[in-house]
């Protein structure tokens, strides 16, 4: 069964680690989640909420853990070297691929001490 607020904090792990300050440093540096402001954590929820809807059946056929969705869909949505396709799904793969990308990428950035997408 999926947990949301599991797949919701590996996402959130997964841009952290794969994102950079201005300094080019990784975000998970210096920051955790408690410097995301609410809007942009509002933002992820919603986002990886409406993507489990959409992936539907496609994510339990998967069998993936929900930290494995989690970072995935971080990965996936924003072009990351690794993601669903990635990881031997065959078809299953390819349609989560397709979910992902619909949602776009995001940037995240720092302004007034608070991490924004």
């Not at 489990?52 to 990965?75: C, K, N, V, Y």
Request: glycine share 6%; net charge negative; with cysteine.
């Amino acid at each position: 069964m999926i947990n949301i607020d599991t797949v919701l904090q590996h996402y959130i792990l997964a841009a952290l680690w794969s994102s950079f300050d201005d300094d080019d440093e990784l975000l998970d540096t210096n920051y955790t989640k408690s410097d995301i402001h609410i809007d942009t954590l509002n933002k992820m929820r919603s986002d990886c909420i409406e993507f489990i809807h959409d992936a539907g059946t496609l994510l339990e056929e998967s069998r993936l853990s929900s930290e494995q969705i989690g970072h995935d869909f971080w990965f996936t949505r924003n072009g990351h070297g690794v993601g669903f396709w990635d990881k031997e799904l065959g078809k299953i793969g390819d349609d989560l691929t397709d979910i992902c990308i619909k949602y776009g990428t995001i940037d995240l950035y720092i302004a007034n001490d608070w991490i924004y997408s």
